[in-house]
């Protein structure tokens, strides 16, 4: 059976994983942006961008290996588009345009159902209204063996993590401070709940962290 | 004027400052201590504990500029003793021995008064009664032109932050998690109060990060 992974989850020093008031300007909120900045000049980016060179090392090593062995992907509805409450129309159809960087099923946890939405390269949008733990078995049903990646944003990877779902945890300290957002720990302690640090490295600009179930 | 500087704090990446229930036994309470341990090897901490060698490099700079022209400290009274409430006698004095690392005078916070205590090397402890705002004009009278450092814990700090009293704050960010204790940004919004982090640098274990007053 796959594993149930986090990867490259960005937090600020003071917590957040995401800014406040996010829109459609700011798929990360005011200041979340700032949380990935530090990854754009590596390969791996680069690359999804359609653009070759780019830097490689460490970040970009983490940022490969994030992508390893996935069969099944799950994100929160906040992190599909900024849409709040019902549907409107089919239109949203996510950040990514036409072909996302997922290549194979995403469930997305949401309160409102929707048909799911077949895009170009393999990924297939699956809106789930059941709650995480459905959401989780149907996708390790579409992963076939294969690990999971739980997105995010922080909200999402905060109710998995208080069912003791997930197995594994990359995160990466970024040296910003956001003030406010959506934080990662509030609620959360880690500790009890049986998790430990288990890999620590760092690069020129961040600190890279496993985190794994005891 | 000197600068009212804050070094050297570790804060663990889940965001506290001290593990909860403090004692005698545990000065930094459950799993406080191991945010420092990733300093313990530094030749200014075995220097402080007597012995000779210990690394050099970034951790051990960062260590020995904490010490730089400061001419008194602050702390608050669970840092100068796991004593809560009115003082039995005048017997504790402190963590550090009869001769305490600060070699000038520190003023703790306390809401119980209490004589000026004489140590050996310089230092004097002395109890301040009437708020943040007192203490920081006795350190400022008694650094004469110097820094003046507040040490913590995590309340101190927060407390001078809220009230934009910190000017500089060096910051450890140490990969471990404690899931509960004393968290250093909960309620303090760094970046509406004009803080902003101005210079990062990674050792091989930890994020050392500058924040200065805007």
Redesign the interface.
């Known amino acids: 059976m796959g594993k149930v992974r986090v990867n490259f989850f960005c ?1 600020s ?3 957040f994983g995401a800014g406040p008031d996010q829109s459609l300007q700011q798929p990360l909120g005011i ?1 979340g942006e700032s949380l990935h900045e530090w990854a754009f000049g590596t390969r791996t980016f680069q690359k999804m961008f359609g653009k070759e060179g780019g830097s490689t090392g460490i970040d970009d090593e983490f940022l490969v290996r994030s992508f390893d062995n996935l069969g099944a992907w799950i994100m929160g509805r906040n992190m599909f588009g900024p849409i709040r409450g019902r549907w409107p129309d089919e239109e949203w159809q996510g950040w990514w345009g036409p072909n996302p960087p997922y290549h194979s099923p995403v469930f997305v946890l949401t309160n409102h159902s929707r048909a799911p939405l077949d895009m170009e390269g393999g990924t297939t949008f699956h809106f789930v209204t059941d709650g995480i733990h459905a959401a989780l078995e149907r996708a390790r049903a579409a992963a076939n063996g294969k690990d999971i990646r739980v997105l995010g944003g922080a909200s999402t990877i905060r109710q998995y993590l208080q069912a003791r779902l997930i197995d594994e945890m990359h ?1 990466v ?1 970024v ?6 957002g959506e934080p990662l ?1 509030t609620g959360v ?5 049986g ?3 288990t890999q ?1 490295v ?6 890279h ?1 496993i ?1 794994t179930k005891n």
């Open positions: 937090v020093m003071d917590g200041g995160l300290v040296p910003k401070l956001l003030g406010q720990f302690d880690l500790v009890k709940l998790y430990s640090v620590q760092t690069s020129e600009t961040v600190l962290v985190v």
